[in-house]
């Protein structure tokens, strides 16, 4: 059992760190500086990350563990160019057995509740769907059903907008659009479920950085701002609040590292249900977090000015992808009461 | 990174989990019945014998040199048997061989990590709960021994116990903190009377107070230099907030795969906020193995106040699976015996004890946060 981190993912810790942290948004306003956002995509191009999971990319497919870490920096410090859209794709097309080509499809679309990957219709039109973490000119992959299974296509994405995370925008795809499918890609059920599953990783790890971020923020306004002539961080009343949020913070990574190196060290149900916890627990303990954080801001913490709002709308995004806590909590109840041998199956071998 | 076992420690899995077909005492989980603690001194030898307890402590002093990773395979083991959890001494270990002389370790910690001896803790009294430095129990030099005058309360085991590791004032002058001493005092003597405390889920076994009106302590008893006793303290209240030495995950566990036993035999009267409630214990449980295996990875400063985070995950999976319980216990038809109310009045002591959450929570802020102390 070695549950610390390579040399090799603590050096990837630190290339990922000082590039998100060098430009990501430090301000509200620096989220509409075209050129900081610019800089950040070649510095992310330049690194090879989106490339992380793609095998024709390099010679080895990143690990879990690597997505995670990746994950997380770019929620702590806010990255607002795409990544989960493009990783995402990239492991669908590496499932389907097309490889690389990102020019292809940026993104993925899903149903419209986020759960998982869109099933559009035999006929090659779409029903509606959102294409997650979109640029200009995006283009998203969804399912058409084809026998057992599905066939992979793709289609194109309009109406980009960022309705509620202000770092990553979303797009639609409408009903009747028309698809187009990909010749020779085809994916099984379990596939489909294994794209989610990478999903809920990454999405999890960056609940787990936003969070911290949020508490970050929050823990360096309380040691300066001032009243009755001492620092807020000096009330217990505030730090208690900090204090909790710490060990939210602290019981999410843990939770969320667990998932990442289970995706592939794992068999799929084993890997699939360390997910389906981390998303419960991230999911339940993420927002809490931000709000501690926006009310340890006081007024100005409910401005559009302050970045805690970032955070937390970041946080309600990411809640929602690849299914909600609620959907994978009631999932795990109605599994642990049908079979409970599987409460034990997983420790181990 | 690997959270997999080794070759070494499956092969230790295995033999453990073969060993417990035969030797589960089947008692039901420590704290809920007193059952559990009339037998805890059979269970901890029974364990130390077969060579499943004191893992991680040193040959010298008769534990085993093995990393922490065996420790929680123990725990994990012991949760997916349905067996009792290992005993939770691992603080005053921890505390002996990091404060003890060589000679003091020799002396008393192999009787402590096999079980052959019961031990106590005499920290808090009546008027020192959370603000500890403020003890009045007092040890007096009187030739090669102390005199020893105090109460002490919420001592565990204390029915049992052959031995107490007590605090007392040695030096009534010095500051607050400084002038506190911890010795090594044999419970078997005249002056030393003990009185349980039932909890209330009605446990007599588990809890008491000790009277101690002119004990005698050796001075060779004596734990570390005069002073010391602070120093002493911390370490234990900090390893006593450690989930490795208690190994609380495997109570836990225990209790969440009984409750969905209950509830599977009942499935269909479970509303689903219970089943709800039920799974999110799960997801706890599961958060504080895995939080347990990552901290097994990292050095940290025992004095940032990583413990306090620990202690207070820790308390919210007790406080998860209790809620569970609870659900349980309302529902008649879940708990004919008793057992899930008792489980969830235990819960509620999680908070208190080892440091209340408020101390907790102070620490974090002032020694992981920099906050500052609150004025």
């Known amino acids: ?349 | 990174m690997d959270y997999r076992d080794s070759a070494d420690e499956l092969e230790f899995r295995h033999r453990l989990r073969k060993w417990l077909v035969e030797n589960n005492p089947g008692l039901p989980a420590a704290s809920t019945d007193d059952a559990y603690w009339r037998r805890a001194a059979q269970w901890h030898r029974s364990l130390y014998q077969a060579g499943f307890f004191g893992m991680r402590w040193p040959s010298s002093v008769g534990g085993f040199d093995l990393p922490d990773s065996y420790e929680l395979i123990v725990d994990e083991e012991l949760a997916a048997a349905g067996a009792p959890p290992k005993p939770g001494d691992g603080y005053l270990i921890h505390a002996l061989l990091t404060h003890g002389g060589e000679e003091l370790k020799q002396r008393f910690v192999p009787g402590l990590i096999s079980g052959q001896q019961r031990w106590c803790q005499g920290f808090s009294e009546p008027e020192a709960g959370s603000d500890l430095a403020s003890l009045r129990t007092t040890a007096v030099v009187d030739g090669d021994e102390y005199v020893i005058r105090g109460h002490k309360v919420w001592t565990s085991h204390s029915e049992d116990a052959d031995w107490c590791l007590v605090l007392a004032r040695t030096e009534p002058q010095a500051a607050k903190h400084k002038g506190i001493s911890a010795f090594i005092m044999d419970m078997h003597q005249p002056a030393v009377q003990q009185r349980p405390l039932q909890l209330m889920n009605g446990v007599a076994n588990e809890f008491g107070q000790l009277f101690i009106d002119g004990a005698r302590v050796p001075v060779d008893n004596l734990v570390g230099a005069p002073g010391d006793g602070w120093a002493i303290a911390m370490t234990t209240l900090n390893s006593e907030r450690d989930p490795r030495s208690l190994g609380f995950f495997a109570r836990y566990r225990k209790l969440v795969l009984d409750q969905v036993a209950a509830m599977s035999r009942h499935g269909g009267h479970a509303s689903r906020r219970e089943r709800e409630n039920l799974a999110w214990a799960f997801v706890q449980t599961e958060m504080l193995r895995v939080h347990v295996q990552r901290r097994m990875g990292e050095r940290h400063d025992p004095d940032l106040g990583v413990g306090s985070v620990d202690k207070l995950l820790m308390t919210w999976v007790e406080e998860a699976v209790g809620h569970a319980a609870c659900d349980l216990a309302r529902s008649g038809s879940f708990d004919g015996d008793g057992t899930w109310l008792s489980s969830y009045l235990y819960s509620r002591s999680q908070s208190v004890m080892g440091g209340t959450s408020e101390i907790q929570k102070n620490l974090i802020a002032n020694r992981l946060l920099g906050l500052g102390a609150a004025g």
């Open chain 1, 1 to 349: 059992m070695k549950t610390e981190f390579t040399a090799e993912q603590v050096e990837l810790t630190r290339v990922v760190e000082n590039l998100a942290q060098k430009l990501g948004p430090a301000s509200v306003d620096a989220l509409s500086d075209e050129r900081r956002r610019a800089a950040l995509r070649d510095g992310i191009d330049a690194v090879g990350i989106l490339d992380l999971r793609n095998d024709e990319g390099g010679p080895d497919v990143a690990s879990g563990v690597e997505l995670g870490i990746v994950s997380q920096i770019f929620g702590r410090h806010l990255v607002d160019v795409p990544f989960l859209g493009p990783v995402v794709a990239a492991e669908t097309r590496r499932l389907a057995g097309i490889g690389g080509d990102a020019a292809e499809s940026s993104t993925v679309a899903l149903d419209p509740a986020g759960r998982g990957l869109a099933v559009w219709e035999p006929d090659g039109t779409a029903s509606p769907s959102m294409a997650i973490d979109v640029d200009a000119g995006a283009t998203a992959l969804g399912l058409i059903p084809s026998g057992e299974g599905y066939q992979l296509a793709v289609a194109e994405v309009i109406d980009i907008h960022r309705p509620v995370d202000l770092t990553r925008a979303v797009g639609s795809i409408p009903a009747g659009a028309p698809v187009r499918p990909i010749v020779g890609a085809y994916l099984s059920p379990s596939d489909v479920e294994r794209v989610s599953v990478v999903g809920q990783v990454a999405v999890v790890s960056d609940l787990i950085g936003a969070m911290g971020g949020a508490h970050e923020l929050a823990t360096d306004y309380a040691k300066i701002r001032k009243q009755y002539g001492r620092t807020i961080g000096s009330f217990q009343a505030v730090q208690h609040a900090l204090a909790e949020s710490v060990a939210l913070v602290e019981g999410a990574t843990s939770i969320g590292r667990y998932a990442a190196w289970a995706l592939d060290a794992l068999e799929n149900d084993q890997s699939r249900r360390g997910a389906h916890i981390a998303k419960i627990y991230t999911a339940g303990v993420g927002r809490r977090v931000c709000e501690t954080a926006i009310q340890i801001h006081g007024g100005i913490g409910n401005t559009w000015d302050c970045l805690a709002h970032i955070y937390l709308r970041r946080v309600l995004h990411s809640t929602e992808l690849f299914g909600t806590g609620e959907v994978h909590l009631e999932k795990l109840a109605q599994e642990l009461l049908l079979d409970n041998t599987s409460l034990t199956g997983q420790v181990g071998v």
